[in-house]
């Protein structure tokens, strides 16, 4: 469906790679906390095929890529047998309906011993070092979460990190997605390597722009050429600052990752709007993400506290191609059908945004048709 005088809205179908999008209405990626040991949850199942819409395309909550890789055991993971197994019927549950179903891939970094959101100070890894000595063995990760000792990550150990992702992407593919998005911002270990304003690296990772980006291409390489580019986007927040991860000059830093990415022939690139430079705030500025939507050839996606409204205006004025709603789709989980209607939108809970309850706050949300 169009605008006046055959503009493309949000509405309009859009073809991605070979995924036929029957609007551009894209379900962000959003953490929820319903999972238990790292597991999928079954309802988690409700959750996604509420949101679901026939050619609706849909990005999971971060999954881990490694045991120590997530914040909390109530968040997913994808590097065992067990969670690729708890992903199942979720994914068939959104192909069911005729949905599109990327899984984001996510390392989280440094994050506080004493809180479950994260607060990134330098380029770490999470590893128990006992005795002070390092690496630690993959008998002792899971200790890690107890006993935080938090280090640098040496070059010898980034490729280890490097194939956590590749070995996530095969198994997100082996549960039925139908691609991978990793993780690429708001402060997350890929964003610590890419901002100048925490990456205090001397060596090949650190310093230069390109240096500080080679870490984030290794990674889209690696997982590249495990599923293929076609199956394969990533997320970026150039612009924003969250857990103190700032860049001096992040449209340099997003126009390179924009143009760098094109070698890898990804599917498509998700970047957060200059205006959400912090964990849920919007504020005025005159940042824009049309040189990197210019410069990248693929799909791009754009996200960061969008309406209907400038949704729209954003796809009709070639912006961007697909707009990410997070706490809208959430409260509303039929949104694209009420953005067709222009009706009226349910009002998000933020109070009930990370409990670990399996329905309110996450399932309860009601349907157009119940509040008509």
Known sequence: ????????????????????????????????????????????????SQRTSKGGFLIAEAAGVSDISQTSPEMPGIWTKEQ???????????????????????????????????????????????????????????????QRSPKK??????????????VAARNAIEAGFDGVEIHGAHGYLIDQFLKDEINDRTDEYGGSLENRCRFALEVVDAVVKEIGGDKVGIRLSPFANYSE???????????????????????????????????????????????????????????????????????????????????????NPDLPKRFELNAPLNKYDRSTFYTRDPVVGYTDYPFLETTI
């Not at 990550?153 to 590749?166: A, K, S």
């Not at 760098?260 to 919007?282: A, D, G, Q």
Request: proline content about 6%; overall charge neutral; aromatic content about 10%.
């Open 245 to 331: 991860s700032g860049d001096s000059n992040p449209e340099t830093l997003g126009l390179y990752m924009a143009e760098s990415l094109n070698e890898f022939k990804i599917l498509y690139c998700h970047m957060v709007e200059p205006r959400m430079k912090s964990v849920f705030e919007k504020v005025d500025c005159l940042d824009s993400l049309v040189p990197m939507r210019k410069a990248f050839k693929g799909t791009f996606i754009s996200a960061g506290g969008y309406g209907r409204e400038d949704g729209n205006k954003a796809v009709a004025e070639n912006r961007t191609d697909l707009v990410a709603y997070g706490r809208l789709f959430l409260a």
């Open 84 to 146: 690729v197994e708890g992903w199942k019927p979720i994914v068939d549950a959104v192909h069911a309906k005729g949905g599109i179903f990327f899984c984001q891939l996510i390392h989280v970094g440094r994050v506080l011993d004493t809180a479950i959101t994260v607060n990134t100070f330098l380029i770490y890894a999470f590893e128990l070092v006992p005795n002070g000595k390092s690496p630690v063995s993959s008998s002792n990760k899971k200790l890690a979460y107890q």
């Open 1 to 48: 469906m169009a605008n006046k005088e055959g503009e493309i809205s949000l509405l309009t179908p859009y073809k991605m790679g070979k995924f036929e999008l029957s609007h551009r209405v894209v379900l962000a990626p959003l953490t929820r906390q319903r999972c238990l040991g790292y597991v999928p949850q079954p309802p988690m199942i409700l959750y996604y």
């Open 153 to 166: 990550l040496t070059t010898q150990e980034i490729p280890l990190v490097v194939d956590d992702f590749r």
